[in-house]
């Protein structure tokens, strides 16, 4: 896709896009227009809008423009008459450089309805650039000896200009030693050659000046020019000669790098290259390249590297002094380097100990060095000292030799290391001085018990933790190394405790970290207090202890449990309720404890209910009261069931159910109860078959002591102790006969035993043994009828009572 295709594409889409017009005409029409370069600015390429065939009236409305970075900056539209001008100077060498075809292209667009025209201007070449010579001077050295015929290829020139504007004819001005020729290359360039046609003559004439001259092919021709400058070169018949045959000097060996110590000169009887004379070193020894150098053109010789008279005391030099036509000739320098005191005293270490033993005695050597000067004279001379350390000092023994040895006592924790300075000091002047370090490594004795960082240390670790979790991290130091400061930690403990603390926690005897061997129960321990002891590896071993106190933080694992009312008591539980109760009469309390602690052991007790409830319960101590007096219209029989939670996060919680009989006399409630009864062992075939057990079993109790009554009732006309057996037997039971259905909170006087038929159209019961020493907490008084947590029992209990 070309660059007008990729416009037209984006101008559609923006069109498309917005909806700015509704019908989109594109035109992909072409306009040429051909004009020359180099035109004025505004000049007329043509009448855009004519050749467009657009109504001039309408260009303004219609936003006539140009769409080209390029094109804009050299064509602009009058949108009053529609004409294309030249708005910048079009140079065709520089936009299209030597390409034979140079067109510049745009795009003209309107809108109202939109329409993009492409145009397309031919820029045609003018015969503007002349031929130039990249050199205008061109530079010929000749022999005087060439012969006749000798070509010599000169550079070619260059046009800008294209087609037959460029093409080059060349001519040479009249001279009678030189000609002019043409050498065609395998490209086609074409280079012009200078030909010698006559024998040159130095003495003559030692120089020839020629103008060559380049056409082009436009019209009007355009020309350039080129001098040619040609030098004829004398033929070398005379060698050099230097002014002496041998140099001498002395130089100190101080000397600054790149100063000059000697100059040596010869001269040439020969004229122009011949007697151009290049000085050189023709010596085959490195070390004269290495510290000298030679200045080809004057014969000045330089320092060029540091002179050392230890290293080097003479050097022997030959010069060489070489002409243009490779004649030469030879001298001899000499070089005497002077001594100066330019060396500092050399120390090297004969012997040293690089570890010694902190315990080591007063008097140790440790090192012997050689203090070495490699000057002369008192240049040479030397006495070495120890500076900056007390700890050590210096013996001078034979010659130049010293013995470092120890002053006092060491100690490894203080200083480890030492780094002993020696100075040594010539005695030249200026005075030359230089110091060596010996690095000095005190060995470890094991005199530093392992220390830990308090002598206590307290952890808390949340119960319910991963088995083989690390809980803790215990450090000790020794201010020792290596092996004396190696420590391994491990846990103390006593005979009878061993086993039980080692099931709960372990240490790592390296790291020092200590793990849970098994998650920890708050309820059972809350802490352990274990001593943990640290030995290095040290001959003797040292050790030290401390103490880590691990405290067990409780988590909410716990859920509360109900300890009144029993969840284990079946679902026969009741608790009576006396009609008269008022509004906030205590009726009965829900116990429950939680095995955690804190935050996670506060209970909250809540009753769970979506409709309005005969009952209230208090939110912290569990204490059910009545929200309202009672009423008629209220049933006899009520469920409650209460939630207990805890205030864990997250919370944890326990249910029970209570079931609530409203009623002023026990017997009101065993219809109801007889009723519950029935229904429930209807659902087990054991059940009914103890049923029938029961009341076979209670119908040949209730003769036997229908008999009985009547044979005491003839014996004796008193009343009987226990009434008539009439129907309305309950309200007049004698309440130690109460039955044992009663475990409540509430505090009763009375204690009886009752057992009652399961059919509640029967009237028989049973009198059986007074409990006399039963809790005062388990007592009923016979006033509240039941009132507290009475329990009736099930069939099966009854039938176990009146079977015992």
Same mark, same amino acid.
Request: hydrophobic share 35%.
């Given at each position: ?443 470890? &004795? ?307 035993? &009752? ?50």
């Amino acid at each position: 896709m070309t660059v007008v295709q990729e416009k037209e594409e984006q101008l559609l889409e923006k069109v498309r896009r917005t909806q700015f017009l509704q019908n989109v005409m594109t035109v992909s029409g072409h306009i040429h227009y051909s004009i020359n370069e180099e035109l004025r600015k505004g000049s007329i390429v043509g009448n855009l809008a004519k050749d467009l065939e657009l109504n001039v009236k309408d260009l303004s409305r219609r936003k006539l423009r140009i769409v080209s970075k390029i094109s804009e900056k050299y064509f602009n539209i009058n949108l009053d008459n529609g004409n294309l001008y030249i708005a910048d100077r079009i140079d065709r060498e520089t936009l299209c450089r030597a390409a034979a075809d140079c067109v510049l292209t745009f795009d003209a667009v309107v809108e109202n309805p939109l329409n993009i025209f492409n145009i397309q201007i031919n820029v045609q070449d003018i015969n503007d650039n002349p031929p130039t010579f990249l050199h205008s001077t061109l530079i010929l050295k000749m022999s005087e000896s060439t012969s006749p015929g000798a070509k010599f290829a000169l550079k070619k020139a260059e046009d800008l200009d294209v087609g037959v504007n460029s093409l080059i004819s060349y001519r040479l001005r009249e001279n009678q030693y030189f000609a002019l020729g043409e050498k065609v290359s395998t490209d086609g360039s074409v280079f012009p050659e200078l030909i010698l046609e006559k024998p040159l003559d130095r003495e003559t004439q030692n120089k020839h000046e020629l103008i060559l001259t380049a056409s082009d092919g436009g019209n009007p021709v355009q020309t350039g020019t080129a001098l040619i400058n040609i030098i004829i070169n004398d033929i070398n018949d005379n060698s050099p000669v230097f002014t002496q045959d041998v140099y001498k000097v002395s130089v100190r060996e101080n000397i600054p790098v790149n100063s000059t110590i000697l100059q040596v000169s010869a001269s040439d009887e020969d004229e122009g290259v011949n007697a151009q004379i290049t000085y050189s070193f023709s010596n085959t020894e490195k070390s004269v390249f290495e510290t000298f150098t030679i200045n080809q053109n004057n014969g000045e010789i330089k320092i060029k590297s540091i002179l050392d008279y230890e290293v080097i005391k003479f050097y022997d030099i030959s010069v060489q002094a070489e002409d243009g036509g490779g004649l030469a000739a030879h001298a001899k320098v000499l070089i005497e380097i002077t001594d100066e005191n330019d060396n500092a005293p050399e120390i090297s270490v004969t012997s040293s100990s690089d570890v010694i033993p902190e315990d080591s005695a007063p008097g140790t050597m440790v090192a012997l060095i050689q203090v070495h000067d490699p000057d002369s004279g008192e240049n040479g001379e030397a006495q070495c000292l120890i500076t900056g350390d007390l700890t050590f000092e210096i013996i001078s023994t034979t010659g130049i030799f010293y013995k470092i040895v120890t002053k006092g006592s060491l100690d490894r924790e203080i200083m480890s290391s030492y780094n002993i300075t020696i100075q040594a000091s010539d005695k030249g002047s200026p005075q030359m001085s230089s110091s060596k370090v010996i690095k000095l490594d005190v060995s470890d &004795v094991n005199d530093n018990a392992p220390v830990f960082e308090k002598l206590g240390y307290a952890a808390l670790v949340n119960e319910n933790n991963l088995p083989g979790a690390s809980i803790f991290s215990i450090h000790a130091r020794d201010l020792d190394s290596e092996n004396n400061a190696k420590i391994t930690y491990a846990i103390m403990t006593r005979n009878d405790e061993e086993d039980s603390l080692s099931s709960y926690i372990s240490m790592n005897p390296i790291t020092g970290v200590i793990y849970a061997q098994r998650s920890f129960d708050y309820e059972k321990h809350k802490e352990f207090n274990i001593q943990i002891i640290a030995r290095d590896n040290g001959s003797p071993s040292l050790n030290s202890s401390t103490t880590l106190r691990i405290c067990i933080v409780d988590q909410n694992d716990n859920s509360p449990v109900i300890l009144y009312p029993s969840q284990e008591v079946d679902s026969s539980t009741f608790e009576m309720v006396p009609w008269t109760s008022e509004q906030g009469s205590l009726v009965s309390k829900v116990v429950a404890v939680d095995a955690d602690s804190g935050h996670n052991a506060w209970l909250s007790y809540f009753l769970q209910s979506s409709e309005p409830s005969l009952f209230t319960i208090d939110q912290h101590t569990g204490e059910i009261r009545t929200s309202r007096g009672f009423q008629e219209k209220d049933i006899m029989k009520h469920g409650i069931v209460v939630l207990v939670k805890d205030n864990g996060i997250p919370s944890r919680s326990a249910s029970v159910t209570l079931t609530m009989v409203i009623a002023d006399h026990f017997h009101l409630v065993l219809p109801e109860l007889s009723s519950q009864s029935s229904k429930e062992e209807s659902q087990s075939n054991l059940q009914f078959y103890l049923v029938i057990a029961l009341a076979l079993i209670s119908f040949f109790f209730m003769l036997t002591v229908i008999i009985a009554v009547v044979s005491k009732y003839k014996e004796s006309k008193s009343t009987s102790s226990f009434g008539s057996l009439s129907t309305s037997l309950y309200p007049q039971v004698d309440p130690r006969f109460v039955s044992q259905f009663t475990n409540g909170t509430l505090p009763l006087p009375y204690s009886y035993d &009752v057992c009652v038929t399961l059919d509640p159209s029967e009237q028989e019961f049973a009198f059986l043994k007074p409990q006399h020493n039963v809790p005062v907490d388990s007592l009923i008084d016979a006033d509240d009828s039941g009132i507290g947590s009475g329990t009736l029992k099930n069939s099966s209990a009854v039938e176990n009572q009146v079977l015992s």
